[in-house]
């Protein structure tokens, strides 16, 4: 897993010599944001599925910014994290949104279609009041699920992984144990 991740992974130093990011190349530059371990990787990995179902503001890059806070202050994978959150783009913003507001109705006690069909009448800024909170509250819901159910896949992809190279490194060393038995 790790060869595969530093295989796709841009390097380091290249990215240090983008002017645009020669500012932020002490921070950026912490070893530990570039490593991968499986508890930096597999953080990054849940908290990227939290970071993407934050509404999209398409003007601000919201998801950018909060990624690499977060990523920096916590020491986590940021290769793993920026890709992450690229889940939630311009394709999938529509359900995305539709599905958080669907969810948080629902946690609301409010009957999704009549919600819908009552504000579609009404003027844009009412409209936007009257979803902002379902959009928020399901948002909120099904990105800790994303994340908790992101970071148990990781975990367990990581380690079925080490017990596969595990097993294939035992299998290659009592072949050759037997080849020399022979």
């Known amino acids: 897993m790790q060869r595969w991740l530093k295989r796709i992974t841009p390097q380091r130093a290249v990215l240090e010599q983008r002017w645009f990011l020669r500012p932020f190349a002490a921070l950026c530059g912490r070893a530990q944001c570039w490593t991968f371990h499986r508890t930096s990787v597999t953080r990054a990995f849940a908290l990227g599925l939290f970071i993407a179902f934050i509404p999209p503001a398409p003007p601000l890059p919201i998801h950018i910014t909060l990624c690499a806070l977060a990523g920096l202050t916590l020491g986590l994978n940021l290769p793993v994290l920026f890709a992450t959150v690229f889940l939630s783009n311009p394709v999938t913003w529509l359900p995305q949104v539709v599905g958080c507001v669907w ?3 629902k946690l609301m006690g409010l009957d999704f279609v009549p919600f819908v069909q009552q504000i579609a009448h009404q003027h ?3 409209v936007l009041q009257k979803l902002w909170s379902p959009l ?3 948002s ?3 990105g800790c699920l994303a994340a908790l159910s992101g970071y148990v896949i990781a975990q ?3 380690r ?3 017990v596969y190279l595990l097993n294939r490194r035992r ?3 009592l ?3 037997e080849q020399s038995a022979r």
């Open 175 to 177: 072949m050759r144990v």
């Open 140 to 142: 909120l819901v099904l």
């Open 124 to 126: 844009m800024g009412v």
């Open 136 to 138: 928020l509250l399901g």
């Open 160 to 162: 079925a992984r080490v």
């Open 103 to 105: 969810v948080g109705a």
């Open 171 to 173: 299998r290659a060393r």
């Open 156 to 158: 367990a992809l990581w």
